[in-house]
């Protein structure tokens, strides 16, 4: 077993549940390049401006976040490291709930996101080597690190008619959607399924997929948090 690659960590110096939320959220923004500011924060976890602003101040204080020009906020290197041990533990824990407890697709994500505070280093590591070091979480997403690979990929509206493609991720933005996941779930529109694309319609704001012999259409919102690949060798 090898554990270089993941941080020493103090569980001393852990920072709290809403922290870690907090943590883990910036840094899926600013990996995706998207403004982290205070008021899409409040938007993102539900909870109000006062709120957020009062925790932003604490996490400053405790050195998690910097923040920048035009009250856009950054993750210190602390910050981050925090961030990409708490995202690593919920995507392990999302495979554990799903191999081993056979928990549905549409729930690991809600049901990691209560175990992931309570990992510790020594579990994650177990969890790495018994999930076989995946490099995407059950929904696609790239652990910390892992991100190149899947650069390459784009959101269903931006597909071609005709093209056949393969699922390959159900971007985080979707993952809180619970009735989002249970219809795709059901629709087996799932990473590492094949789908061709019959239309794309944007004065409907509608895709419409065969997936499986199945014809499903998806509404722009949806089809933005789906993420494909070309089939290789098809057009
Ligand atoms: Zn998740
Ligand atoms: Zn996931």
Sequence with gaps: MTSASVPIESENSRPT????????????????????????????LDVSAPTVTITLKRMQRDGWIMSGEKKEIRLSSTGQEAAKTVIRRHMLTEWMLSRVLNVPWSQIHEEAHHLEHSISRDVELRLRD????????????????????AAAWFPLTECAVGQDVIVRRIHER?????????????????????????????F???VRLNIGGEIITLGYSAARQVYVEIVPGST
Excluded: W
């Excluded at 500011?37 to 409040?42: F, G, H, N, P, Q």
């Excluded at 076989?132 to 892992?146: A, I, Q, R, T």
């Design 204 to 206: 409907n704001e509608t």
């Design 174 to 202: 979707a993952e809180d959607n619970q009735l989002l996941l249970a219809f795709l779930e059901k629709n087996s529109v799932l990473p590492g399924h094949k789908a061709r694309i019959l239309d794309v319609l944007p």
């Design 17 to 44: 549940p809403t922290i870690e939320d907090y943590l883990g959220i910036i840094y899926t923004l600013e990996r995706d390049g998207q403004p982290v500011i205070a008021s899409r924060l409040a938007e993102m």
């Design 130 to 149: 018994s999930m076989e070091d995946p490099s995407f979480c059950p929904h696609g997403n790239p652990l910390p690190g892992n991100e190149a690979l």
